[in-house]
Structure formats: C-alpha cells, structure tokens
C-alpha cells in the first residue's frame, strides 16, 4: 500500500543513510506532510535547500527540485532562489552545526532581511556527520569530540536568536510531538517573511551514546517529559523552568515587508530615476 507521503521520495535514493533510530526522517516527513496540508504548495513550484551535515542530506531524498550546497551556506543559495523566482516556495534544511556556527551570519542577516524562506533547523545538539564536534546549540556540560569532560560554553537558543534578529515566525517542537512538528511547520509556511522552526530530534549516535543517554526510544521519552507547551510554560513559576525543561510552541508570529517586496520597491525607484 502506497502511504499517501511516498510520492514526495525519491525512492531510487532510499533507504537513507541516517543511523537506526535517528530523528532526522520523523522531522524530514513532519516538512513533507506540512507541505502536503499547504495548499498551493506542489513539489513542481517548492524548492528544498539544505546546508552540509546530516540533516541536509533530507534535500537528497525529497523529490522537489533540490539544492545540496556549501556548508552554512543554505540561507544565502535559498535567497538567491527567492530572489530570482520569487512564485516559487523556498524551504530550508539545515542543523544546528551549519545554522549557527559556520552559517551564522547567513543565518542572522537572513532573518533580519525577513527573507520569504521557511528554514527548518534539525537540531541533534552536535555536529554528528564530522564526528561528534561540540556545536553552538550542544548543552552546557554534555560531551562532544571537542568537549570530552562536558561543554563549558553556553549554547545558543536558535528561537531567541531568530526573533532578536527579526525572523516574523518563529516556533520550536520535537521529533516526539509529530503532529506539533507538522502544524509548526505548515504554519512557517504560511508566513510571507522569514519563518525559523527549531526541531529537536534524537541522534542516538554521535550526542546520544557519548551522554549515555540510552536508546532512541529513551531519548524520545525526554523530549516527551521536558518539552511543555508554551501556553503552560508561560504559567510556571522562574524555578520550574530551570533544569532540563524547555517550551514548545510558536514564539513569534507577526508581519513586517518581506525582502522580496522590498527588492521591487527599489527597483521601481531605480527605474523611475533613470526614466
Ligand atoms: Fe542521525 Fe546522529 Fe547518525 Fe547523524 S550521527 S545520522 S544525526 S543519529
């Protein structure tokens, strides 16, 4: 029986590369059945584009037109994309490696342009395709290649970061909370700006062994217990947020012209100058 999100796979490129128990397909699936719910949205008209690194393998396997580039280098290709075909929907795969270290600026000046892209952030907490690296989003204290008795710097809140910079949506979910996952993302697609969606997923290989902390299923069992809901995060009390639990939800969803728009303005001005 053919599942009704098959048709959005190369199947000649399958089965992925991705360990057992990876979360990277559940947030690779939760985009293509946003995309699926979002109408107008056909993968003649969607284009993917992703960074290096093991989330941005997804674009390989998605059957839209695709862009596998240069590491960090996502956000900068997608705008080009918009840019030059603005009738065409532009969604970003990236991690929290490619997204915050080497693609930082890109991704902070894309986020200020309020660029029309939907960048959904697959975030593992470590570089795992390069071999267990530390990235600006591992934890504080938890292990990495770089970081063998735990990280002593401060990670990056990627959701804080995206709506300081002036993404107009923002939101946060899990690889545990699909139907969430999958609402979050259809929602970033609809917002005409720039849309960052934060999806914590499981890597059981290079974050998950090196922190003991246990299966995919225990660490999706973590996501579970420690993600709350933003409407009931909002009503702890300051001690209840420490610790290990983080919100969920959308933190960010306000309008503002977006680049494209921008851009013909200036065009516009440019060729009446010169009339
Ligand atoms: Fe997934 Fe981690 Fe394996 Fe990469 S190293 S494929 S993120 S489990």
Same mark, same amino acid.
């Given at each position: ?7 959005? $796979? ?6 992925? @590369? ?22 107008? $949205? ?138 969430? @996952? ?13 849309? $960052? ?32 809901? @933003? ?45």
């Amino acid at each position: 029986m053919e599942r009704s999100y098959e048709k959005y $796979f190369r199947q000649n490129r399958l089965p992925h @590369l991705w360990c057992p128990g990876c979360g990277n397909g559940i947030a690779m699936k939760a985009i293509v059945q946003a995309i699926g719910q979002q109408e107008g $949205f056909t993968q003649d008209n969607t284009v993917i584009v992703s960074g290096i690194g093991c989330s941005s393998r997804a674009s390989g396997y998605m059957d839209f037109d695709t862009l596998h580039t240069a590491h960090g280098r996502a956000v900068p290709f997608a705008t080009g994309i918009k840019l030059a075909r603005p009738e065409l929907n532009v969604v970003v795969i990236t991690g929290d490696g490619d997204c915050t270290a080497i693609g930082g600026n890109h991704f902070i000046h894309g986020c200020r342009r309020n660029v029309d892209l939907t960048v959904v952030l697959f975030n593992n907490n470590i570089y795992g395709m390069t071999g267990g690296q530390a990235s600006p989003m591992t934890p504080l204290g938890k292990k990495a290649t770089t970081a063998p008795y735990g990280s002593v710097d401060r990670p990056f809140d990627a959701c804080k970061l995206a709506e300081a910079a002036g993404a107009t949506y923002v939101a946060r979910s899990t690889a545990y909370h699909v139907p969430h @996952l999958t609402k979050m993302i259809k929602d970033g697609l609809s917002n005409k700006g720039f849309s $960052f969606i934060e999806a914590l997923v499981q890597c059981p290989t290079a974050y998950g062994r090196r922190n003991k902390l246990g299966s995919p299923a225990n660490m999706m069992k973590w996501m579970r217990d420690n993600a709350v809901m @933003l409407a009931a995060w909002n009503k702890l009390p300051e001690e209840k947020k420490q610790g290990e639990k983080f919100p969920i939800g959308c933190f960010c969803s306000t309008s503002a012209t977006d680049y494209d728009t921008a851009y013909d303005e200036v065009i516009a001005r440019a060729e009446e100058a010169v009339k």
